[in-house]
């Protein structure tokens, strides 16, 4: 800088805005086997991709549930300060008390971004599951599309074969339909995954529209 | 004596690395005492956002100097008929009330103007009117007031110089976010009219900095309420003051918008807006009345 020049100016020290995402994933004995193995190393390629982009590796906060029974195995953390759990198949699959369980996770975590005064993006829950509910999934499916309604978050819902779809039809969003995986490519979707925080979390759109997605090639919409 | 501004842009790092345009766009004019200013940050989601931007703030500034002309015609023709017009009992709280108002109805024609512009180019074009969405801030300012609207994020600070040092410098306008960070209303927005922002702040102010969002982080303090952070505006406001022609002398600028120490903190799109009045020494203290302002202001907009 030339003598006499001001120096720069110095930055205000704001916290990083917050793009949190709920991993909501099935383990139950169903998915034993190459399944639980293949989701596995889906859930690292997700750590490994969102780790190679500078800003989501600030902002993306993610956090793993698991069912059943529901357990959080990951709390709320940013990519640097979280692992990817290694998930166990088990026992059964309840689907409503699982959505539940990540509806009350993400409107805590909201309160604590605010009490904090910590900005964030709208929030994603990622279900994925290969069974069919086997406890009352009527009250989740009400609020997941309230919510969605409510642009409270967005819910994506993705079967693995043997997935019960018709169910998962009636709790995702009428404008979100649940995908079926192909095969066991868990990856290339946490790789999606992982794209489409890393485009959220650097984005900036009107209230009344939503951000384009990369296109979904590990999956398809069954009608 | 007057005016002096300087006003740049740098595409973000982001936007550099998927080889897109800077959607940032900003513009301004002096004439006599009177500055006008507008920036425009193109939506990142909107294709054409860069043309929509352009279009944005060249309409306001358009629409603002026809105004001013106009006034200023009839200021010539008809010197003394605007005082007759206002009853005599209003009080000094409700001046600025109806100065508000006035100053309101100008910004909703300058955004009905503007919307007008690009409905016509997005059907000459072929594009969607949401292909051109940016948001908008713009500015009228002399030395004794400044009127503002703003649509979307971004920021419009003044020097304040008769506060305290901690606090000498003032937001005018809240950036517009939803519940979600990433989320703002745009120009072309449906409810653009209804969230523009509109202020009327009489006061001798001499520092004016605007920027788009690409800044908003490191300006001000986002967590206690939108708080400029002085040492922040301190080096710009000191820069533009001591610089006689700062258009021509942009090296300080252009090399802080463009330092790898920005860039870290910020990937978007960047445009910073300052100027600055030089007041004669000799001219009276900083500390004109508050009705002499509201005198000045009523002949400029009634």
Known sequence: ?223 | MGWKAILRSSIGTSHQQREMLCQDYGNYEIFDQVLVAAIADGAGSAKYADIGAKLAADTAILHLRKLYLRWFKRQKHQKHRFPENLHLDISEHNLEEILGAKVRKIFQKTLKKIIISLEKYAVEAGYSLNDLASTLLVFVATEQWIAAMQIGDGFIVIGVPEKSPEKNYQILFQPDKGEFVNETTFVTSENALNQMQVCFFSGSQSFICAATDGLERVAIITRANWIPYPPFFQPLEKYIQETNNPEEEDTYILAFLNSERLNAKTDDDKTLFLCFFDRPSEAKSTESSFLDCLKLAKQKFL
């Open chain 1, 1 to 223: 800088m030339p003598v006499g020049q001001p120096e720069f100016p110095e930055f205000a020290d704001n916290p990083e805005p917050r793009c949190p995402v709920v991993l909501l994933l099935d383990a139950s004995g169903s998915m034993s086997g190459e399944p639980i193995n293949e989701l596995n190393q889906g859930i690292n390629a997700f750590w490994q991709s969102v780790k190679q982009d500078a800003l989501a590796t600030l902002r993306v906060e993610v956090a793993v549930v698991k069912f059943g029974p529901v357990r959080l195995v990951q709390d709320f953390g940013t990519i640097v300060q979280t692992k990817p759990p290694k998930l166990e198949a088990e026992s059964d699959t309840p689907l409503g008390a699982a959505i539940e369980y990540a509806l009350d996770l993400l409107e805590t975590r909201k309160e604590s971004y605010k009490a904090s005064s910590i900005q964030y993006y709208r929030p994603w829950i990622f279900l994925v599951t290969d069974g069919a509910p086997t406890d009352d999934w009527q009250n989740a499916a009400t609020r997941v599309r309230q919510a969605e309604t409510d642009r409270k978050h967005l819910f994506f819902a993705v079967g693995v074969e043997g997935a019960d779809m018709d169910t998962l039809k009636q709790i995702a969003p009428s404008q979100r339909p649940p995908l079926m995986l192909k095969g066991l490519d868990f990856k290339s979707m946490f790789e999606w995954l992982s794209a489409s925080m890393k485009r959220v979390s650097a984005s900036r759109v009107g209230t009344e529209e939503q951000i384009s997605l990369p296109p979904v090639g590990w999956g398809e919409i069954q009608t």
